[in-house]
Nanobody, 124 residues
Framework: EVQLVESGGGLVQAGGSLKIACEAS????????VGWFRQAPGKEREGVSC????????LYADSVAGRFTISGDSAKNTVYLQMNNLKPEDTAVYYC?????????????????WGQGTQVTVSS
């Protein structure tokens, strides 16, 4: 059974930093593209970033490029999202997911296994 568990969310002031993690069981992250997504109340889920650990490739949405950094630890089967210079508009539930097609993209429909999400709230 595949299980993705996000952690590290919380409340932070604008301009602050937060690092969230996604740990997997039942799936080897190094064999998949792993993505981070977020969904704010009343809005559609949007792609934030994705990583191919084995190919050392990353992709970022324009809205977070230069502020967020995705990384992976194959030994821990965990993917991280370091978020710096956070803005109130970054407030959302953040989800990680795996992509079985090995394509570097941020379209949620490409991803099939999802975690339960972790809340990130940025106060102004």
């Amino acid at each position: 059974e595949v299980q993705l568990v996000e952690s590290g969310g919380g409340l932070v002031q604008a301009g602050g930093s937060l690092k969230i993690a996604c740990e997997a069981s039942g799936v080897i992250f190094a064999k998949h593209v792993v993505g981070w997504f977020r969904q704010a109340p009343g809005k559609e889920r949007e792609g934030v970033s994705c990583i191919s650990i084995s190919h050392d490739r990353t992709l970022y949405a324009d809205s977070v490029a230069g502020r967020f950094t995705i990384s992976g630890d194959s030994a821990k089967n965990t993917v991280y999202l370091q978020m710096n210079n956070l803005k109130p508009e970054d407030t959302a539930v953040y989800y990680c997911a795996t992509n079985p097609y090995y394509s570097m993209d941020l379209d949620p429909s490409t991803y099939d296994q999802w975690g339960q999400g972790t809340q990130v709230t940025v106060s102004s």
